[in-house]
């Protein structure tokens, strides 16, 4: 999702669809394994789809430290929504484009296999699935809500 400061947003007009993103300083994410600088694609619930670029202000290879930048009042990022909720929740950082999302993945558990399982793993897949379904984590993630 597209978030900045409140403080950066004051005395500018939010963007009207992902192409005035480009209008506004950039927050970008520069990948530390391929060293290119990560491109959005986002969608709306139509199935629209616009390139979300942002003006190339500043480059991080943090998420962390994406977010940090926005809040501090430096620009436009674009992260995933668990990277921004509380803030977003605590009116620290706002989403523009509320009707367009990017679609960062599944979120997935990896283990060795289901035979032999320690009781450990299970354990921890369980508390996971279980904390997921009791904070509504799932909703909550959705970028594709507005």
């Known amino acids: 999702v597209a978030v900045a400061s409140p403080a950066y947003l004051a005395g500018r007009t939010p963007p ?3 192409a005035g993103l480009a209008e506004f300083a950039g927050i970008v ?23 979300g670029r942002l003006a190339e202000t500043i480059t991080l290879d943090d998420p962390a430290a994406l977010r940090e930048a926005a809040l501090l009042g430096l620009g436009v ?5 668990p990277d921004v909720l509380p803030w977003l929740e605590r009116g620290e950082l706002v989403r523009l484009l509320p009707r367009w999302y990017a679609d960062a993945g599944a979120i997935s558990i990896y ?3 289901r035979t032999l399982m320690p009781t450990k793993t299970r354990a921890f897949i369980d508390f996971l699935v279980e904390a997921f379904q009791r904070e509504r ?5 959705a970028g594709g809500l507005g």
């Not at 491109?39 to 390139?51: I, K, N, Q």
């Not at 990022?77 to 929504?81: F, G, N, R, W």
């Not at 984590?137 to 993630?141: A, I, M, N």
């Open 29 to 51: 994410m520069r990948s530390s394994r391929t060293g290119r600088v990560r491109h959005w694609t986002l969608r709306d619930a139509a199935g629209a789809e616009m390139p």
């Open 77 to 81: 990022t674009l992260l995933a929504v």
């Open 137 to 141: 984590l799932d909703e909550r993630f």
């Open 16 to 18: 009207a669809d992902p």
């Open 111 to 113: 283990y060795a296999n």
